[in-house]
């Protein structure tokens, strides 16, 4: 097997495919199962910036939100077609994120991260406030997408397809980006900014790839939430949600691609049980992710290697 | 000239009055920034929490002067629990993990504030009523000594970083910990103290601007971007330039708002933020370097 595709993952993900055929899944769990999967999606382009680059974006909720709005409004006016919707979102997000990415990237550490918040503020905004996009409430009641000429996107099955296709796409890219000889330049850049610069890479340009990358990805992730929930809010945009990307990441373990992805699945399932038992699961969540940063800063996947089991494989 | 005694002066003013008691918050994350490398996402629950924990004490004493001492008080007291518990065994990791920490810190505060106080809207009536005659317009007693009460405390915290041994020591630590830990002060110590005087200030200005605003749970998230802005404007861990800043942003808000509907006013500061950050790249008064 090439480096890309593994046994492993092909494993893996056989596994997901087989799970509606499973007793338990209910319409339920299928949609929860795709909440989750697209949170772990999410989270794992992030961890391409933030693990693997070094740059903590705050502001992965504006890419999402974008993409969502995208598709909704594509919907809405009537193009049904999910090709045309992640067409639209790509070219959305990419245009907002090369402004984004090349002003953030000009600085590094903290100024990065309060950029990014700041720009996807900016984008929030404009959202919740512009009535043409449904003000406050978003875009509400969008019809079900089609894949092709009489194959709608309705059942919960489809949806749930349609999202492990995805995750599976973004898994292979992810992976083609981490373990090329670009991905080794932007481990360099995380590991030592001035010595990749004295090597002669241009840094902000892979600083900006890398982010254009990891935005469009988080976008593309956006441009497939309405047609699961046939709605976009500008909720989807508010910086608490970038944060959840981010907790998401750390849950799984910096730098390692599959634990952001458990990582995603974790945090949805942890807020959908919690959120069920009692109204104050964002304590809940709040002290996970303080017990997390001071006991286990590795992850879940660093809780792997703690316990004395093998090794997991070094990522890139 | 009727326009500008009528509408310009008391916006203006309006500004001033904001800005100064924004400075109050922004001057503690700056300090906090500079000292620890961590920008602190709680920083606007603390301010919350002042404005909550002012509401309980007026409950107990109906006094706002008892709160305005108590309050900032227990908030600080709770700052240094958290800084010990929390962000101290992670002094030496990346600063990514403090702003991570913090933000988590962030949900539980304000959640737990949901939890004990409710979601709704409170407010804190005004210690000081009616208005005074100035300048052509009345103006508002309260605001007058919002204005007043926050220039007291920046100039207090100016003449503490610039006159007193702990002051000093501080300003220290932001340049180098280790060679002040090396010379036998107790850094640790220090950095607690710091901590629980900036959610103090954190706290003060949430008090002092709760009679003129409202106060719910989620207000600190609002107000912590603006601060974040202010920080970023002023230049990272510089204190003049997070007041300066403050004042200006204050200003341009209030301005703004005679122009233009409150929704723009937002996309407006933004837009200010980045172009000064075209122009200045570290902002007002940043040096290069400086905790890049």
Same mark, same amino acid.
């Given at each position: ?138 875009i ?126 974790f ?37 792997r ?12 | ?49 002042g ?9 107990? /004493?109906?006094? @706002?002067?008892?709160?305005?001492? +108590? #309050?900032? !008080?227990?908030?600080?007291? =709770?700052?240094? $629990? ?6 101290r ?13 913090t ?88 950095? /607690?103290?710091? @901590?629980?005087?900036?959610?103090? +200030? #954190?706290? !003060?200005?949430g008090?002092? =601007?709760a009679? $003129? ?9 609002e107000m ?50 980045i172009?000064?950050?075209?122009v ?13």
């Open positions: 097997m090439s480096r890309v595709v593994t046994w492993r993952a092909l494993v893996a993900f056989g596994a997901l495919a087989a799970l509606p055929a499973l007793p338990l899944a209910s319409k339920y769990y299928l949609l929860l199962a795709f909440d989750a999967l697209l949170f772990g999606a999410i989270a794992m382009s992030l961890d391409l910036l933030i693990g693997y680059t070094g740059l903590v974006s705050f502001g992965h909720a504006a890419f999402y939100g974008l993409g969502a709005y995208a598709t909704a409004i594509l919907l809405e006016r009537g193009v049904l077609s999910v090709w045309a919707c992640l067409a639209g979102a790509f070219v959305v997000v990419s245009l907002y994120a090369a402004i984004v990415s090349y002003f953030a990237t000009a600085r590094r550490g903290i100024y990065f991260a309060l950029l990014t918040l700041v720009f996807a503020e900016v984008v929030y905004t404009f959202f919740r406030y512009t009535q043409t996009f449904g003000g406050s409430d978003g509400q009641g969008l019809p079900d997408a089609v894949l092709w000429r009489g194959v709608p996107i309705d059942t919960p099955e489809r949806k749930y397809y349609l999202v492990l296709v995805y995750l599976a796409v973004a898994y292979a890219v992810c992976r083609v980006v981490v373990t090329s000889h670009f991905g080794r330049v932007l481990v360099a850049i995380r590991e030592n900014e001035d010595r990749a610069r004295f090597l002669g890479y241009s840094v902000q340009r892979y600083k900006m790839a890398a982010c254009m990358i990891s935005a469009l990805l988080t976008g593309l992730a956006g441009a497939i939430y309405p047609i699961r929930s046939a709605f976009a809010t500008p909720d989807l945009m508010l910086w608490t949600e970038s944060g959840e990307f981010i907790i998401s990441v750390m849950i799984g373990g910096l730098g390692t691609l599959v634990g952001p992805i458990l990582g995603g699945v945090f949805t399932l942890l807020r959908d049980k919690v959120s069920s038992v009692v109204d104050w699961y964002f304590i809940v969540i709040g002290v996970v992710l303080v017990l997390i940063v001071l006991f286990m800063p590795k992850g879940l996947l660093g809780l290697r703690l316990v004395g089991s093998r090794p997991w494989r070094q990522a890139a | 000239m009727d326009y500008l005694v009528a509408v310009l002066l008391p916006q203006l003013l309006h500004g001033l009055v904001f800005g100064a008691a924004l400075g109050l918050l922004a001057l503690g994350l700056t300090v906090i920034f500079g000292l620890l490398g961590v920008m602190n996402f709680a920083h606007g629950e603390l301010y919350m929490l404005a909550y924990a002012g509401i309980a004490v007026i409950g107990l /004493t109906h006094s @706002f002067w008892v709160a305005m001492i +108590l #309050a900032p !008080l227990s908030v600080a007291a =709770l700052g240094a $629990v958290t800084e010990i518990a929390t962000l065994p992670i002094y030496r990791r990346e600063p990514l993990y403090g702003l991570i920490l933000f988590g810190l962030a949900l539980v505060f304000r959640e737990g504030a949901r939890q004990i106080w409710g979601g709704d809207m409170r407010r804190i009536l005004p210690p000081v009523t009616g208005s005074t005659p100035l300048l052509g317009m009345t103006y508002p007693n309260y605001r007058l000594f919002l204005l007043g009460a926050s220039s007291v405390l920046l100039l207090a915290i100016w003449v503490f970083f610039t006159r007193t041994r702990a002051g000093v020591l501080v300003r220290a630590a932001v340049q180098d910990a280790e060679m002040l830990d090396g010379l036998g002060v107790n850094v640790p110590r220090l950095f /607690t103290l710091t @901590f629980a005087g900036s959610a103090a +200030l #954190a706290a !003060l200005a008090l002092l =601007l009679p $003129v605003f409202t106060v719910y749970p989620q207000m600190g998230v912590i971007l603006l601060a974040f802005i202010v920080v970023i404007l002023g230049g990272m861990g510089s204190m003049g330039g997070s007041v300066v800043a403050a004042l200006v942003i204050g200003i341009a808000q209030s301005l703004f708002a005679l122009w233009m509907n409150p929704q723009r006013v937002a996309i407006a500061i933004f837009g200010i933020m172009v000064v950050l075209i200045r790249p570290r902002g007002f008064f940043g040096r290069e370097g400086v905790l890049e």
